[in-house]
C-alpha cells in the first residue's frame, strides 16, 4: 500500500477517495458472502442436500397463471380473468345492461 497524505488533499480528492473505499468495503464483502456461499453449497450438495433445504431458504412460490372467465363478446380474444381491474371493454358491456354472467366463457 502506498503512503497517502491525505492531509494534503483537498475536499473534492477526499471524498473520492471516501466512495472509492466504500465501493472496495461493499466489493470486499460481497466476493467473501459469495466465497462462502459457494463452499457452503458444496459442501451441502457432496451430503446429497440443496443450502435451501438445510437453512429453510424460501421455497420457490410457483402458481400457474389464472385462467379466462370473460370475454369481450365484439372480439372474443380479448379476455380477462377477473382478476384486478375491468377492462374497458367490461366496463362499457356493464354499463350497457349486461351483467358479467352474460360475458362468461
Known amino acids: 500500500m502506498k503512503n497517502l497524505d491525505?492531509?494534503?488533499?483537498?475536499?473534492?480528492?477526499?471524498?473520492?477517495?471516501?466512495?472509492?473505499?466504500?465501493?472496495?468495503?461493499?466489493?470486499?464483502?460481497k466476493r467473501r458472502k459469495d466465497e462462502a456461499r459457494a463452499k457452503l453449497e458444496e459442501h451441502a450438495r457432496e451430503m446429497g442436500f440443496s443450502l435451501n433445504e438445510l437453512v429453510g431458504g424460501p421455497a420457490a412460490r410457483?402458481?400457474?397463471?389464472?385462467?379466462?372467465k370473460y370475454?369481450?363478446?365484439?372480439?372474443?380474444s380479448e379476455t380477462w380473468?377477473?382478476?384486478?381491474?375491468?377492462?374497458r371493454w367490461a366496463q362499457a358491456a356493464l354499463a350497457a345492461g349486461k351483467s358479467l354472467d352474460d360475458l362468461a366463457i
Open 81 to 87: 380473468t377477473g382478476r384486478g381491474r375491468k377492462p
Open 71 to 76: 370475454a369481450n363478446p365484439a372480439n372474443p
Open 6 to 29: 491525505i492531509n494534503s488533499l483537498s475536499l473534492k480528492e477526499l471524498k473520492k477517495l471516501k466512495n472509492e473505499i466504500e465501493t472496495a468495503i461493499v466489493s470486499f464483502e
Open 62 to 68: 410457483k402458481r400457474a397463471p389464472a385462467k379466462a
